[in-house]
């Protein structure tokens, strides 16, 4: 392919933004391979499932579904000959702001950006959002998620972690006043639990085979030495240190199954010892990177878990518990477009006010997976020494902590020779999602 410059560094050169421009580089796999298998899939899933959406959509639909499946197909063929990215068509509320968007970025980077040549998050953010344009575009499928099968599915191959981190979390939820030392430690083994959880990814560069070990509290045990940066005592710190009753919590939510049924129970964890009064989910308003929840993946997880009893009976009583948090406003579901942009979270503050000052309210705020972890550093090919506060470039909200499972070529704040070290062990360590964070700032 002749996409790439040969005058460039054939490996991602020191603070440069990840691009496929680098040859040797996961953005260059990830766009030369990984994105046009995306696309074929989502149009082998239209081709397969007709039928059914005809059924669901009405007969017009099936003229729609041929144009839809058309404009995946110029998509594909776009990304694979290195067009220019073009401005969005549709009528959706963030489409200024990609526009936007693309007019600063053909500003810096002196031509109109290029799969082969913008920055990975760009590209990655862009294949999404033109998928769906395409639906917006349509007149009967609007809305259609076409990761939506996929993700119920997911949901249901990990029922066994499910059942047992389930019976675990009601169980705990029965016993009050705990000595601070056993509050922190039922805590920390969440936060952990709620990390691991974003190794379930349907993007995942290896595949999304589930772990070995089903039992999400064994699993963490395992996985012990594999938490290459743990700050999670200044988790605990900050929530134990702070004034009783007006406790937020701010969860920018990845994917959806097994990995939002976690984080449910991190906060369920975080209510029942009195260390959240408030917790906002922040969720996908478009299908995002394959997995990542939506309003509709949230509320159909509690659906399944109150349909659950033959499984266990901790299910239903789980999902009445969350619909009444839902109802009382103790927990909300909010969607803000911010989060389907291509931004990095340095650019929050001038591009979306409101939402920075939003976050400005929380006691903490947790960002989980590798997405919100490349957002948060900007993209960029930091030195592995280089300090996570330095790598916000500015974005300090409020309190932050990141919980990543490592599955895309950037890390900051390691010790040095810590990456060499681990380099030595495993070589895919920064893609495999084996190794993970728990990276906090409180600047
Ligand atoms: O944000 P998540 O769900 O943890 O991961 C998203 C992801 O699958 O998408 C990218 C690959 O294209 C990688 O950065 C990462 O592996
Ligand atoms: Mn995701």
Redesign the pocket.
């Given at each position: 392919m002749p996409f790439h410059d040969d005058s460039i560094d054939t490996v991602t050169p020191e603070n440069a933004l990840l691009s496929a421009k680098f040859r040797r580089s996961f953005a260059y796999r990830?766009v030369q391979d990984?994105?046009p298998v995306t696309i074929t899939r989502v149009i082998d899933h239209l081709v397969r499932d007709k039928d059914h959406i005809v059924k669901t959509f009405g007969e017009y639909t099936r003229e729609e579904l041929k144009e839809v499946i058309g404009s995946f197909s110029k998509l594909k063929n776009e990304l694979q000959t290195n067009k220019p990215f073009t401005m969005l068509t549709s009528d959706g509320p963030d489409v200024t702001s990609w526009n936007t968007y693309y007019e600063e970025e053909t500003e810096r980077e002196g031509e109109e950006p290029r799969w082969f040549s913008t920055s990975?998050l760009y590209a990655?953010c862009y294949v999404y959002r033109r998928i769906h344009e395409a639906f917006e575009l349509s007149t009967s499928m609007k809305t259609f998620d076409p990761f939506c099968a996929q993700k119920k599915e997911s949901f249901l191959r990990s029922l066994a972690s499910v059942v047992l981190l389930g019976d675990y979390v009601q169980q705990q939820s029965q016993m009050r006043n705990l000595p601070q030392l056993e509050m922190k430690k039922e805590l920390l083994q969440l936060v952990k639990v709620s990390l691991w959880g974003?190794q379930h990814?349907l993007?995942?560069?290896t595949g999304c085979e589930l772990p070995e070990e089903p039992n999400p509290l064994e699993h963490i045990d395992h996985l012990h030495e594999h938490i290459l940066i743990d700050d999670s005592e200044c988790i605990w710190s900050t929530l134990s240190a702070a004034e009783k009753g007006n406790i937020i919590i701010d969860i920018v939510s990845?994917?959806a199954g097994y990995e939002i049924f976690a984080d449910l129970c991190l906060a369920d964890v975080l209510c029942t010892l009195s260390l959240a009064d408030k917790v906002r989910f922040h969720v996908k308003a478009l299908p995002w990177?394959?997995?990542?929840t939506t309003k509709y993946d949230f509320c159909w997880l509690l659906q399944m878990l109150a349909e659950l009893s033959e499984k266990s009976s901790s299910l239903p009583a789980l999902a009445t518990k969350w619909e009444q948090y839902l109802q009382s406003g103790r927990w909300t579901v909010e969607a803000e477009d911010f989060w389907t942009l291509p931004h990095p979270y340095s650019r929050m503050k001038a591009t979306d006010h409101n939402l920075y000052i939003k976050l400005s309210e929380a006691t903490l705020v947790i960002f989980?997976?590798?997405?919100?972890?490349?957002k948060l550093v900007g993209e960029t090919n930091w030195l592995p020494t280089e300090s996570f506060a330095n790598a916000l470039r500015g974005f300090h909200p409020a309190p932050l902590v990141a919980l990543?499972?490592i599955?895309?070529d950037l890390i900051c704040g390691l010790q040095p020779g810590q990456a060499e070290m681990i380099s030595s062990k495993s070589h895919d360590w920064m893609?495999s999602?084996n190794y993970a964070v728990i990276q906090f700032d409180g600047e």
């Open positions: 990830t990984r994105l990975l990655e974003n990814d993007s995942r560069p990845d994917n990177f394959i997995s990542d989980k997976g590798d997405l919100n972890y490349r990543r499972t599955k895309a893609t999602g």
